[in-house]
């Protein structure tokens, strides 16, 4: 059976917090598709602007590291500069590429900026000099002169009112992007939250010339206003809270319509485990992910990108070969496009489909992940597929996903997800105790502390090293296991 498709699904929103973490879920026909995280011990930057100090300049890179008071500089490319208008040393200016090698960002000058990408492990923030103001139904973007409507508002003649409406009212050296909640809206709505954004601008430019380099001078909202402001739309049949705290803030933030919709629980209620998200979350932060027909997925991230493979596993289908390789990936490609939303997989995506040889299957399965991906908030493009089959999707990378939130890199492997075998580790110390012997012959007696697995071949190879190795013939190894040691650790001391 063909899943439903995301706009037609019914959506709600659960709402998590304790002391720790707020979480956040959107659910589609009762599956998570998206979750949003805010821990209090962890800041989010995106969205925040600053008044920054340029501290380095790479015109070899045609880059900057900007001084945003973090502790890492943050990371500024000429082409999130080019042609857009920005703030330096309190002087509007138009930026070119020329403009910024030569004559608008040097060593040491101030310059506004807003963060678009969260430091991930050793890079800093992403910054860029085009700023935007998210509203409910609109993105203000000073210095743009620009007016863009949702591609979701379908209707020509709303979208050329729509259009009409907020190029009246938009001042000059000024844009615009009008989002889905703006359709169907009255004039006198739209003009107000444009009002507001302007004003917002205003207190911004008057902040970034009161501050002293590097500040703070706009900082994004919390996870609960960006709630009410980028999900909660009109589609979405309630919003359930365990928390009273973030009950009450979110019935005094939203208007009239939506305040009915908001639905308060017990605070001791598990609604993440009520829902089936807590299995959800531990899913989506393994490699396999099995589909319902028996065939399963494996992802994997990588520095440079995220592979996705298919398999069929289980399913053997019902018809012919040709049409189980189908079936199956057909539902991968549905799930594919909820794991990128729920795990937040941004960045060069590659997935390896199951080979189909019937070119109309392989537009099919294309098309399917297309549709599928096309509820997707954040910006994502399927590239279409490569000579060897493999199919390329490009999604807009923010922040390090749900594994940057839930996981970290495991101390042993260093991230690889591999460690030295029993064998290697038992090799490296049969080096060791030789270069110990080399050093001080006179000792007679070495005792070995490693792990059990490790103890055990070094003790089945004992007898045999006396008899072929010179160097063991005269010596007693003591060997010792120690459960709580890694495999690749191990000590080597002399006498007993």
Known sequence: MKPRLNDSADKRILVDANPYITRVVLLEDGKPVELYIERRDKKRLVGNIYKGRVQNVLPGMLAAFININEEKNAFLYVGDAESSSTVFDGERIDLTASQYNKRAVKQGQDIMIQIVKEPIGTKGARASTAISLPGRMLVFMPGTRFVGISKRIKGEDERARLKKTVSDMLPDDSGVIVRTAAEGMDEESIRGELASLIDEWNRICRLYGESNAPSLIHKEDSLIYRLVRDMFTDSVSSVMVNDPEQYELLRGIVDDARRDRIKSVDKNEELFSLFGVEKEIDAALSRRVRLKSGAYIVIDNTEALTSIDVNTGKYVGNYSLENTILQTNKEAAFEIARQLRLRDIGGIVIIDFIDMSDEKDRLEVIDTLKEALRCDNTKTVVVGMTGLGLVEVTRKKIGTGISGWFQQECPYCSGSGRIM??????????????????????????????????????????????????????????IRANPVMRIDDYSIKTGE
């Open 421 to 478: 075998s029993a064998q290697t580790a038992a090799l490296n110390i049969r080096r060791g105790l030789l270069r110990k012997m080399a050093d001080d012959p006179s000792r007679a007696i070495f005792t070995v502390t490693a792990h059990p697995d490790v103890s055990r071949i070094l003790s089945e190879h004992e007898m045999e090293e006396r008899i072929n190795t010179p160097e063991f013939a005269d010596k007693r190894i003591v």
